[in-house]
């Protein structure tokens, strides 16, 4: 069974750091493209970053510059580090693994950017 795990979500002040964590359980991890996606109330599920198989790095301009996306595949993990956030980055988190026409998402972790 397919498990994308998150964890490292939780409530910073403005100007904080998080790293937010995805343990994938899936085979052939490595051929798999990556993204981070987020979800704030009342607002669409956007897409966040973005890690190819073969580590190409994308990001919305909104976190261009502050996110980073990166992934270690023996350890079938993929973290988005989050510096200099601000309120307008709270939402949930997703982790989301995609090859051809297999997609899976985990549950999700909160991110609160609050003073």
């Known amino acids: 069974q397919v498990q994308l795990v998150e964890s490292g979500g939780g409530l910073v002040q403005p100007g904080g750091s998080l790293r937010l964590s995805c343990v994938v359980s899936?085979?052939?991890?490595?051929?798999?493209?990556m993204n981070w996606y987020r979800q704030a109330p009342g607002k669409q599920r956007e897409l966040v970053a973005t890690i190819t198989s073969g580590g190409r790095t994308n990001y919305a301009d909104s976190v261009q510059g502050r996110f980073t996306i990166s992934r270690d595949n023996p350890k079938k993990t993929v973290y988005l580090q989050m510096n200099s956030l601000k309120p307008e980055d709270t939402a949930v988190y997703y982790c989301?693994?995609?090859?051809?026409?297999?997609?899976?998402w985990g549950q999700g972790t909160q991110v609160t950017v609050s003073s």
């Open positions: 899936i085979g052939f991890f490595s051929g798999y493209g």
């Open positions: 989301n693994a995609i090859r051809g026409t297999n997609d899976y």
